[in-house]
Each structure stands twice: as C-alpha cells, then as structure tokens.
C-alpha cells in the first residue's frame, strides 16, 4: 500500500472487533526500519489494536513494516503490513521568461517549472499549477492569488501589475503528494491608460471565447489590482493635499 506520509495521517489495525473469553490480550506495535521512536509520532499510542501514526513523521520514499503482536498469557500470535511512504517530486525548479525589467501590465512573464522527477513511474503524470502573493505574506492566504488549473505541460503565461511578489510553482503526483518552489520577481509601475486597458480588455474577452477560463481571469485580476493600486494612490494623493491646505 502507498501512501502519502505529509498529507495525512496513517492508520493501521485490526480490521473487525477482537474478543477473547479466556483472558486479556496484550498489543503491541514495532515497525522497521525503526528510525523513528514509533510511540512518540503516534495518537494511539503502540498497545492498542489500532495504530494512528500523524502525519509527517515517517520518512519520505520508505517502505515500512508494521508488526502487531498479540500475547495472551504465554501464547503469541503476529500480524505484519508493509506501507510505502510516497515522496513528493523533486530535483526541479521555476524559472522566469521574460526580458527585464518586469513592467506593470506590460511585460507577459512566462512561468516555467522544469527538471522534476519522480522515483516510481506510477506517480506520473505530474501536474503543475501556480500563484502568487505579496512578498512577506504567509503562503494559502487570503493574498495568494492562483493562476489557474493544475496542467501537464509546466508552463504559464502571467501579466502582472505593479509590486514585490512571490511567485511559487507547486508540483504533484498522482497520489498529491506536493512539492514547492518560489522565486521572487519585482515587477515596475508603469502608465496605465485607456488605450492599455482597453487592449487588456479585449485579451480578457479573447480569452473567455477561446475557452481560456484561466488565462482570461488572471488577466482581470492583474487589471483589477492595477486599477486598485491607482485608486489608493489618487485617495492618498487627495488626502495629502488636504493636509496641506490645513
């Protein structure tokens, strides 16, 4: 059995109730490799007929076994399951396409991730997706802005607006388990006119009829976090001269 060791919990046991009216049977668990102190990553602990093992406390890319053994007075009997923790992707990175600088709702950048592997061909096919958020602010948030669908293909195209962002690439099996990788890109103001935005407009609309749900939406987001940012700095600009006129 394979599962995915940073996701999810790992349960094992007895399947169907176990009664005895001779006496009181004793549990016990070991598991091998024993590189890890199986009581202390538990939430059942290793004398019950269930074994709840948490979440991100065995070693990624590791088949182990369980071993329950049960004792009634001198009598013993033993049952053993092997489980292949499943390891994420690895060894790829992300990578900007782009010639700098990076400006404001003019420069695409492509997204590209590249170089990842996986070490059993049953995990493939591998999936990509991104996102981004502002430098500094936690990743999952409600800052983080997805690019789209996961895809097979590792490549996406992204017109940003002006900012410090973090861009990440996250990379998954078919058993989801997930990698990560971030890059920062610094990304310059530039003017945003009626002409630009009528043409980003139009992409916007181009996107939707061809069928590109998620090209078309990170279009409008890019416009609308630009168009936000213009705002703020006419507010603050208005409130300066407030001030000064105080």
Partial sequence: ERVDGDTMALCVGIATPFCCTAGVVSFTWSISPADVDLASVTSTGIHSPR????????RPGTAYTFKLTAALAD????????????????GGDLHFLYTPPALSLVTTVGLQATNWIDDDAEDYPLQYSFSYRPQGSAPGGMADVSLGQSALDGLVSWLPFAGNWTVACHVSDVYQAVALAERQ???HVAILDATRT???LEQIKTAHAEGSVSQGNGLAA????????????SVGSEEEQEEESL
């Fill in 51 to 58: 074994l709840v093992v948490l979440e991100n406390q065995l």
């Fill in 75 to 90: 009598l013993q009997a033993a049952a053993t399951t092997t489980v292949l923790i499943n390891r994420a992707p690895f």
């Fill in 185 to 187: 890109l610094g990304v």
């Fill in 198 to 200: 009528s043409s980003i």
């Fill in 222 to 233: 890019s416009l609308v976090g630009a168009l936000n940012q213009r705002s703020d700095a």
